[in-house]
């Protein structure tokens, strides 16, 4: 059974910086694309990053464009996103998920592509 888990989430004011990182034993991440999304409440799931064939091809949203890198360590099973310069809209559960494509229209993917989940991690900007 596939299985995915988040850490690294927290509260940092703005302007700080967070890595959030997505373990999966035995989990072979260079077949999937693999990406992070998040929801705040009251929100649609977003997706914020995703990483294809094997590292060499990666996706992000405009809003985290420049501050969000997503990277994957195939040799831990580990995907992670590293945030910097945080803003308080970034505050959100976020989530690391996996599909077998990433369909990227118009710079956004759906969470209805990707088939395994993690359970989430809390992250939390103050002002």
């Known amino acids: 059974q596939v299985q995915l888990v988040e850490s690294g989430g927290g509260s940092v004011q703005a302007g700080g910086s967070l890595r959030l990182s997505c373990a999966g034993p035995?989990?072979?991440?260079?077949?999937?694309?693999m990406s992070w999304f998040r929801q705040a409440p009251g929100k649609e799931r977003e997706g914020v990053a995703a990483?294809?064939?094997?590292?060499?091809?990666?996706y992000y949203a405009d809003s985290v464009k420049g501050r969000f890198t997503i990277s994957e360590d195939n040799a831990k099973n580990t995907l992670y996103l590293q945030m910097n310069n945080l803003k308080p809209e970034d505050t959100a559960m976020y989530y690391c998920?996996?599909?077998?494509?990433?369909?990227?229209?118009?710079?956004?993917?759906?969470?209805?592509?990707?088939?395994?989940w993690g359970q989430g991690t809390q992250v939390t900007v103050s002002s």
């Open positions: 998920a996996a599909g077998d494509y990433c369909l990227v229209v118009r710079g956004s993917w759906s969470s209805g592509d990707f088939t395994y």
């Open positions: 035995g989990f072979f991440f260079r077949s999937y694309c």
């Open positions: 990483i294809y064939t094997g590292g060499s091809t990666t």
